[in-house]
């Protein structure tokens, strides 16, 4: 048992002192030994905290998604080296060599193993051990979290599938579990926010909030077509939070008005965000940079143009949003209230109400530029570029494209041919090869 507790202590300090690449040095999370170390509100509160090690992994909540994804749309063009970055940028991922899809896959899976393991050792716990109190709560951040670990993965897969308990993760990242269908990730995804909202404990800026599962549920109502579920869903934040007054603040490590979930990194727990957009001058290697098409966008005056640096030069054009290139403190945005005034002036566009144009204008003033007029008639131009120039290099993009009917039209904007099977990418061959109950039948098409 000792060497079973040792074990998952080492996993759960990953979160105080390791790299975000730790992480996958587990290769079986459901063996953690969750259910011999969770004793007491302390020790199961620290599992909880476990979870938010495989959220800072590069490959979640880190540079690869970013940017990737702003690849794949049209916010980001590819100014480094990685081949597998290309293929992004081009929109033709290869499902048996580009080693970015196969990581990205398998660190969700990993961070999904790990809920499911806390998950599984609260359910089995014998009254008393933990207090009603920390167990639901626990359960409820643990459940969340899985929640946005498979709306990422059905977004940017389609059906996958869905693991339940402790089953093993060698080999198969997935647990040689078979793919699910798109509509019964997302069931079980609504389950999980169903179960989590009004049960989290609110522990902060870094923890999954009940705000924060509001967001996500609006999210994938939204995703799913569901609009007056989504808004319902929003409308508790309404006037709950303020903008910044100046939109560079949002990118300072730390609370604001505006923040509703960051994820936290620090000198002893760093990520590489800056590390990929910065020059080697300065100490990074500028894999990506903003899309000359992205800096055109922007209207005379907006604020927001001063996150990119040297925007009308192509070869020196930086995102500064993350800036920390030494250390890697930087805290990036998973929902902030920008975002959320977005979501509600389309909902309630979609529905023809004519106070839409307050909450678009809302972040337009911020940005200090002009009023427009948002109806059922232009949100889909209007909020996708008012969501491009406000959530630019925050990883919105491309679900944003998806979700509102343009990626044809952002695709062949590169200069690249469109196709339907783009929607989705490869499931890796990697996972093909290992996963006893997937063959090649179930990849996606086109791959």
């Given at each position: 048992m000792k060497k079973i507790i040792y074990s998952l202590t080492l996993s759960l300090l990953v979160f105080a002192t390791g790299c975000e690449d730790s992480l996958l040095d587990l290769s079986n999370p459901g063996q953690l030994g969750t259910a011999d170390f969770i004793v007491d509100d302390t020790t199961a509160d620290q599992a909880v905290v476990g979870i938010y090690s495989a959220f800072q992994n590069t490959n979640i909540g880190g540079a690869v998604p970013i940017q990737v994804s702003g690849?794949?749309?049209?916010?980001?063009?590819?100014?480094?080296?990685?081949?597998?970055?290309?293929?992004?940028?081009?929109?033709?991922?290869?499902?048996?060599?580009?080693?970015?899809?196969?990581?990205?896959?398998?660190?969700?899976?990993?961070?999904?193993?790990?809920?499911?393991?806390?998950?599984?050792a609260l359910d089995a716990l014998v009254e008393g051990e933990v207090s009603d109190a920390v167990k639901s709560a626990s359960i409820a951040e643990a459940r969340a979290l899985r929640a946005y670990f498979y709306f990422f993965l059905v977004q940017a897969y389609g059906g996958v599938p869905i693991p339940e308990g402790l089953v093993t993760q060698e080999g198969s990242a997935a647990g040689n579990v078979a793919r699910s269908s798109e509509s019964a990730v997302y069931a079980y995804i609504q389950a999980?926010?169903?179960?989590?909202?009004?049960?989290?404990?609110?522990?902060?800026?870094?923890?999954?909030?009940?705000?924060?599962?509001?967001?996500?549920?609006?999210?994938?109502?939204?995703?799913?077509?569901?609009?007056?579920?989504?808004?319902?869903?929003?409308?508790?934040?309404?006037?709950?939070?303020?903008?910044?007054?100046?939109?560079?603040?949002?990118?300072v490590p730390g609370a604001n008005t505006e923040a509703i979930f960051k994820l936290n990194y620090s000198t002893d727990d760093s990520n590489a965000l800056a590390f990929y957009f910065y020059p080697s001058a300065e100490g990074g290697r500028r894999e990506t940079a903003p899309s000359a098409s992205l800096v055109e966008s922007f209207e005379a005056g907006d604020a927001r143009l001063g996150l990119i640096r040297d925007p009308e030069d192509e070869t020196a054009r930086i995102l500064t949003k993350y800036s920390d290139v030494s250390t890697g403190t930087d805290q990036p945005n998973i929902y902030r209230y920008a975002d959320v005034l977005l979501m509600y002036a389309e909902l309630l566009a979609r529905s023809n109400d004519p106070t839409a144009s307050t909450y678009i204008n809302e972040v337009r003033s911020r940005a200090n530029v002009g009023d427009v007029a948002l109806t059922s008639g232009n949100f889909v131009d209007l909020i996708g570029q008012e969501r491009l120039l406000e959530l630019y290099g925050e990883g919105q993009r491309w679900f944003d494209v998806k979700r509102l009917g343009l990626a044809q039209e952002v695709i062949e904007s590169k200069g690249i041919s469109y196709n339907d099977n783009r929607l989705l990418w490869p499931i890796p061959q990697t996972e093909i090869n290992a996963n006893e109950s997937i063959t090649q039948a179930d990849q996606n098409p086109g791959y």
């Open positions: 690849l794949y749309a049209d916010e980001l063009t590819h100014t480094g080296s990685f081949p597998t970055y290309t293929e992004y940028n081009v929109n033709n991922i290869s499902a048996t060599g580009n080693t970015n899809n196969t990581n990205i896959w398998g660190s969700f899976y990993a961070g999904i193993f790990r809920a499911n393991s806390v998950i599984s999980d926010i169903d179960a989590a909202l009004g049960n989290l404990a609110d522990n902060g800026l870094y923890r999954f909030s009940n705000d924060a599962a509001r967001v996500l549920k609006a999210k994938v109502h939204m995703a799913m077509g569901e609009y007056a579920a989504a808004q319902t869903a929003l409308e508790p934040l309404i006037g709950s939070y303020t903008l910044v007054d100046d939109y560079a603040d949002l990118f």
